[in-house]
């Protein structure tokens, strides 16, 4: 009854500390991040935080236009995608290291929408994910994530990447035909279609990628404050992604002008300006269909769930990479998350997360405070402004040799070498997640990922170890039954067969002990089963007893048979227990 | 390699075992019991037989008609379930005092199905859910019950006796209207039908109630093996149900003889005869829409896991309840349940499963075989062919009656008081089951329950009690983080947060120790947690080990990053390890 009391008291202190941390200015510096390092921004930051937003920019811009293609979409939601959430992130995010933007990834979990119906269904995406993260922001959900673990997270990952460059075959060949919305569909339409292979696609394609790992190599060595040779080595070898798209153009104009046609496949007219501000799209047309909102939920399906899924497990897995050792407030990550997707989806945006190229390359690049964001922004916006015209040159060939080099550094070997040599069933997870991604999906792969996991986990917690001994004592033997720190009701079941069976192997003077000294959780189906051990032994006129239960425990089983008072006991071991028995009788 | 082979030998061993095993004359008998026990028959065991076999046909018949119209079927169909499921348990059936049958529970489970469609969803119901059975059964997925924990179980049961019970009131009372296929649909239409309620059918319908509670007590203290006198009263109240019907039958009859008209509602014409045996109904029309198998497979839905997981679970309890402490055979069980159903449906049988009242009246009758089944299968087959014009005289309000009270002794108020005592958490699984059961329906009801009870424990098992110490040393304090028997991967980033946190209150030269004395398992994402701890706390110099990994776990951790090799130690216990590391130093 006490113990009831204080846990009552305990909780209305907590709630009550809840709710005046809700209204402190500790919260609102906490929940609006800007307070707190706008005031105290030195000017020494701001060539820093400007240096590491060209750069960051330099990459923003071309990866959002490949991220685009990738999901299917007009190049210019790439870029509205940076924009809305790069401006959301500076007063909301907690990380200065972290760029938010569109994704490898999540774009191309968008695409299969995109392609089969309208541009609107990321929008609307974009807007529920935002709903979804921002929610679980608040209700402190975020712990979901944890159930996603490295295995699930590789397979998946890798899946994605190979799903993505297989995507790429298409434009990276200049081939006719479709790309295909799986990997397995993309690699079968690459088979079909190679013979229409063109010349310049390929050799950009592949010149493109050759140049990007040589610009990397050459700036290995060469450092921010190097002097001004191994300085300009440094930035050009950050900014390759726009060297690459940069010269990519160049060479198809020239290609133009010089054949007087377009050889190369282009991104052709790109919508220049602003996005258009105004609701998310809750109905759309498709062909000659209108969409209500429960249509278009119905077509989005589990991807309402992976998508926000999949966005916080980026985000807060960039977040923790990059705070140096600091705790990151995953709460407040989610909820700038939560609110980049929904305004962005304001702005025409596709879903975005935090980038991982992008995240690195700020860190690299010397960003002191979130304000990096802001030049970025900026950047974009000239860039829709007034460079769509000569983004119309870009030609896709180069965009796909950009994303196919982006996706090899997501592949990740060293963990199947790992997993073979310490967890085959690790691996077993591993490989069945790849293989539904690479052929049902990657929303699905994921969610089959999950649910493994959390089988093998709850048939673990299911069969725990039971160490029954037997001791000889003077009397008569003892048969000790040791119960662990906690036993779940789906264990129930597993105990009383254990310690029916080993009692069949016993003489039947021998005295039954179970020993709950080191448990401290126990369900009432378990204290229902222990009790039916109890009549079960009786009617065989065998003596069990319950050594150490504490107070709580014992309550509960003698709740259930108050007959079985008499056999909770407390002693130091089964042996002392055993010989005072002995000396009582 | 060595630990290995060993495996690969065991497992060689034990597949060959399987298969021996498989083939002999011992599995033979244990997968068809009769072989075991029709051998060593005695002739006194078959008057005990006989007699057992009478008093469960007794109740078997107005049970299986009762049950036929809570499922809204023909009342035949009922007695065709006891009939071919008679048959079968005798030979495959290893309990000798369970009896297989209809049951209240999944006639309420399979209601709605027929009531709003046609009775050939109950017969393939029970097909299919016989071949699931089987097929767990087969494949020793039997375990999977073990998840449904008492409390669900409690509360589920409760929910289905309310809701039969309730869907009984329109016969009690006599009402015109439906009674609706959901508790509170049918207390809802009791409520605005009350006007319509007849005089004769609450008289009849209220008065077997009391005469079956009088009977009951009637018997109580008498026993089979008494005086002539004693007996009679003992039989006559194991067989109270087929008094209260023949009294009811009797009451109609003289009623309508008296006033020349049908003052109570009738059960009316009964199809007689044996069942139609042929194919159960892959395809069916109801109204003028012809149902394909897809379509009937779509209308069952969540059903089709539901019933199955049901009557398992309720065979699989009756069957350990009257095992009188022996084990039960749980694989042996779901075979025998499965071709029960399974040749069932081949003989229009409604689902079966094992049966708690019949089953404790089989035991009280001293049954000593499965033989007892054949007695009970030969008057139910007397029944269907020379009795059905007579059941035409049953009343439904003495079906309505009988029913009310079987229901009275599933609802369980005891564990209630014990939940609230002892477990508000449990008693909070149970009541959301429960109202979930009841407001849309019994299946939703059951998977609700099934995994609410394992969302908690999954997140029981994400957050592991860590309990760091803080111990003074002669050089340097020592925080202690033991690990307890198996950190799962969910709980990878707990235990990150925790060291990390628990760090920060520690002078920086406090040595941090990773205790894995009690470890068991880990998985490969608590491995890396733990490795990009070191990182995170070498950022700040402090110092960390890792004490007494055993190889494995240390292995895979090495795997992961080869630099920490240093840090895993082995010691007595920590303070021992602090005096090592002053010594060396």
Chains 1, 2 share one sequence.
């Not at 974009?126 to 295995?151: C, K, W």
């Not at 799209?281 to 899924?309: C, H, I, K, R, W």
């Not at 119960?483 to 079941?493: I, K, P, R, W």
Request: with cysteine; charged share 15%.
């Amino acid at each position: 009854m006490t113990f009831l009391n204080t846990n009552e008291e305990t909780r209305k202190r907590k709630f009550k500390k809840c709710m005046s941390d809700t209204c402190s200015a500790k919260t609102l510096k906490k929940r609006l991040p800007i307070l707190e390092w706008l005031p105290k921004y030195k000017t020494e930051f701001l060539i820093q935080d400007i240096i590491a937003g060209i750069t960051v920019g330099l990459t923003a811009i071309p990866q959002g236009i490949a991220y685009a293609v990738v999901a299917g979409l007009p190049p210019e939601h790439g870029l509205y995608a940076s924009l809305t959430s790069g401006i959301i992130y500076v007063f909301f995010g907690s990380c200065y290291n972290v760029t938010v933007g569109p994704t490898a990834i999540l774009a191309a979990m968008t695409a299969r929408y995109v392609s089969n119906y309208s541009p609107d269904f990321a929008i609307l995406a974009a807007f529920l994910s935002g709903i979804m993260i921002l929610v679980m922001g608040v209700l402190n959900l975020g712990f979901l994530v944890e159930f996603i673990s490295m295995p699930v997270i590789s397979g998946f990952t890798t899946a994605a990447a190979l799903q993505i460059a297989a995507s790429q075959l298409k434009s990276l060949f200049g081939l006719s035909g479709s790309s295909g919305d799986y990997f397995a569909e993309s690699v079968y339409n690459f088979y079909n279609n190679i013979t229409t292979a063109k010349l310049w696609e390929p050799v950009l394609g592949f010149g493109t990628m050759v140049m990007l790992i040589l610009l990397q190599k050459m700036g290995q060595g060469c450092n921010r404050t190097d002097g001004f040779f191994k300085q300009m080595r440094w930035f050009i070898s950050l900014s390759r992604n726009a060297v690459v798209v940069v010269v990519g153009m160049i060479i198809a104009y020239v290609l133009k002008v010089m054949m007087d046609a377009e050889p190369l496949n282009l991104i052709g007219d790109i919508g220049g300006g602003l996005p258009k501000f105004g609701w998310p799209p809750f109905t759309t047309v498709v062909g000659n269909e209108t969409y209500s909102f429960t249509d278009m939920m119905n077509v989005l399906g589990p991807q309402s769930v992976a998508l926000p899924l999949v966005a916080i497990l980026e985000s807060v897995a960039i977040a923790k990479a990059f705070a140096d050792g600091a705790t990151v407030d995953a709460t407040q990550e989610m909820i700038a998350l939560g609110l980049c997707n929904i305004i962005g989806s304001f702005g025409q945006s596709m879903p975005i997360t935090g980038s991982f190229t992008r995240t690195a390359l700020n860190h690299v690049s010397g960003v002191k405070t979130p304000a990096g964001g802001i030049t970025k922004v900026l950047l974009i916006t000239v860039a829709l402004t007034s460079l769509t015209s000569t983004f119309y040159y870009i030609p896709k060939a180069s965009l796909a040799g950009l994303i196919i080099i982006a996706m090899f550094s997501m592949l990740d070997y060293a963990i199947l070498g790992r997993l073979w040599k310490n967890s085959k069933r690790e691996l077993f997870v591993l490989v069945v997640t790849m293989i539904v991604c690479l052929f049902a999906g990657l929303e699905y792969g994921i969610v089959t990922g999950i649910i493994l996991e959390a089988a093998m986990l709850l048939y673990k917690v299911a069969r725990p170890p039971v160490d029954v001994s037997i001791t000889k004592c003077q009397k008569a033997d003892i048969m000790l039954v040791p119960l662990s720190d906690s036993v779940s009701y789906c264990a129930a079941e597993h105990v009383r067969r254990v310690v029916l069976k080993a009692s069949l192997h016993t003489l039947s003077e021998t005295l039954i002990i179970i020993d709950g000294t080191s448990l401290r959780n126990m369900d009432f189906t378990v204290a229902s089963n222990l009790m039916s051990v109890v009549k079960d032994l009786e009617k065989k006129s065998r003596q069990i007893l319950f050594m150490n239960f504490n107070s709580q425990l014992k309550n509960l089983c003698t709740d259930i048979d108050p007959k079985s008072e008499a056999k909770f006991v407390n002693a130091l071991n089964a042996v002392e227990l055993s010989d005072q028995l002995t000396k009582d009788v």
